[in-house]
């Protein structure tokens, strides 16, 4: 599951690489349909951008 939401994958940190957790977020609804994704995850700003989006 964590390929196929492309939350799993190749990463870069000081000159080396490896596979590792990429920060997405997925907004998904009650059927299962992906509202909205968030690829580059913020985490100062991220939960306010979220109930900001979601008009909570």
């Not at 080396?16 to 997925?26: A, F, L, N, S, V």
Request: charged share 35%; proline share 2%.
């Amino acid at each position: 599951m964590m390929k196929a939401y492309k939350v799993w994958g190749k990463k870069k940190f000081m000159g080396r690489e490896y596979d590792g957790i990429h920060r997405i977020t997925y907004i998904i609804d009650g059927d299962g349909i992906i509202e909205k994704v968030y690829p580059k995850v913020k985490t100062k700003s991220h939960a306010k951008d979220i109930l900001n989006d979601l008009n909570i």
